[in-house]
Nanobody
Framework: QLQLVESGGGLVKPGGSPRLSCTAS???????IGWFRQAPGEEREGVVC????????NYLRSVKDRFTIVRDNANNTVYLQMNSLKPEDTAIYYC?????????????????WGQGTQVTVSS
């Protein structure tokens, strides 16, 4: 069973640019990876999906011009570079592994999940 560990969260000022990491216990070569987030009192939502090859991505509209997902398969890690953070980006961020269709289908689609990392955007 693939295990995922997120890191890189914390308290960030508005406009900040943290980078989240998702490191797997094994190879990610055959997995699409998604980043999801869940704000207090809200449902978990998809932020971005990247295909196994890295050639296809799908971003949540509100982050499309600010966040970038990057795969580093050699190190079994996927990064989420977050720029120009806003208070409404405050959430627990989770990474998940599965198929690209599973990722696009949203958090209920049987993906393998990490435990999450808290990102709080506040001055």
């Amino acid at each position: 069973q693939l295990q995922l560990v997120e890191s890189g969260g914390g308290l960030v000022k508005p406009g900040g640019s943290p980078r989240l990491s998702c490191t797997a216990s094994g190879s990610l070569d055959n997995y699409s990876i998604g980043w999801f987030r869940q704000a207090p009192g809200e449902e978990r939502e998809g932020v971005v999906c990247i295909s196994e090859s890295g050639r296809s991505t799908n971003y949540l509209r509100s982050v499309k011009d600010r966040f970038t997902i990057v795969r580093d398969n050699a190190n079994n890690t996927v990064y989420l570079q977050m720029n120009s953070l806003k208070p409404e980006d405050t959430a627990i961020y989770y990474c998940a592994a599965g198929t690209f269709m599973q990722c696009l289908g949203g958090p209920a689609m049987g993906l393998a999940w990490g435990q999450g990392t808290q990102v709080t955007v506040s001055s």
